[in-house]
C-alpha cells in the first residue's frame, strides 16, 4: 500500500482540479447533447463522481477529515436521488412509452 | 506520478465514451469502467474506505439499478431518441464555453504545492469512523432518515396507480 501512495506524491493539486473540471465539462456536455432520460441521469452521476473526486483530493492536501466525511455525505445523497429518479423515469416511461425528455415539453406551461 | 496521468486520461476517455457512444446499454457499461478509474483514483489518494464505498455503492447498487431500469423498458439503438446535428455542436461548444471559463479562471490560482499526504492515516476506516461518529453523528442519522423517505417515495411513484387499472 505504501508503494501506490507515494506514485501519488509530487502530483500537483492545480493537475487535479483541471482533471475534476474536465469530467464535471463532460458531465454537462452529456446533459446538454443527450435526449434519454436515463443518459442525462449518468451524466448528472459523473458530475457527481467530479466533485467527490475533488473533495477526496483537497481533503488530503489539507490532512482534513471533514472533507472525506463529507463525500461520504454525496455518496449516500447520490444513491437516494438516483432511486426517485429512476423511479419517476419508469413512471414516464409508463405513460408516454419512452424515456425522451422532449415529450415532457409540456411541463414548461 | 505517471499513474495518476494514466488513470486521468483513462477516465476523460471513458467519460467521453458513456456520452457519445448510441446504445444506452454500452452507456451503462462505459460509466461502470469510469466509476471504477475513480476507485483506483481514491485508492491513490489513501482513501480507502471512500473507495470501498465507492465501489460497492456506485458500481454495485447504482450500476445495477440503472441497468435493471434499462432492461426492464427494454431500450436499445432503435429506440434512442436523438438530437439534431445543430443542437448537438451547440451543447459541445457550449460546454467547451464552460471549461475554458473555468480553467482560466484557475489559471489565476498560479501554480500550486504538489500533493502530499501530510496526514496518510486520514482515509482509513478507524480514523474517518471516528470523525463521523463524533463530529457528524446528527448528519449521519439524518442522511438515514433520508434513505428511508428516498425508499418510501420510490415505492410510492413507481407503484402502478390501483384505480385506474
Known sequence: MESITNSIQGVPLNHYILFCTIIFCIGVIGVLIRRNAIVIFMSVELMLNAVNLLLVAFSAYKGDASGQVFVFFVMALAAAEVAVGLAIIVMIYRNTNSTDINVLNRLKW | ?165
Open chain 2, 1 to 165: 506520478m505517471n499513474l495518476f496521468y494514466l488513470i486521468a486520461f483513462l477516465s476523460i476517455v471513458f467519460s467521453l465514451l458513456v456520452i457519445f457512444s448510441k446504445n444506452p446499454v454500452y452507456s451503462v457499461l462505459y460509466l461502470i469502467i469510469t466509476f471504477f478509474t475513480f476507485t483506483i483514483h481514491y485508492i491513490l489518494l489513501n482513501a480507502q474506505f471512500l473507495a470501498i464505498v465507492n465501489f460497492i455503492v456506485y458500481m454495485g447498487a447504482i450500476m445495477v439499478l440503472f441497468l435493471f431500469v434499462l432492461m426492464l423498458l427494454n431500450l436499445n439503438e432503435d429506440s434512442e431518441p436523438m438530437k439534431s446535428n445543430l443542437i448537438k455542436i451547440a451543447g459541445v461548444v457550449a460546454g467547451m464555453c464552460l471549461l475554458v471559463t473555468l480553467i482560466g479562471s484557475f489559471k489565476a490560482l498560479g501554480e500550486s504545492n504538489p500533493l502530499i499526504l501530510q496526514n496518510p492515516e486520514i482515509g482509513l476506516v478507524k480514523n474517518l469512523g471516528k470523525v463521523l461518529f463524533n463530529e457528524f453523528l446528527l448528519p449521519f442519522e439524518i442522511s438515514s432518515i433520508l434513505l428511508l423517505t428516498a425508499m418510501v417515495g420510490a415505492v410510492l411513484i413507481a407503484k402502478r396507480d390501483i384505480k385506474k387499472v
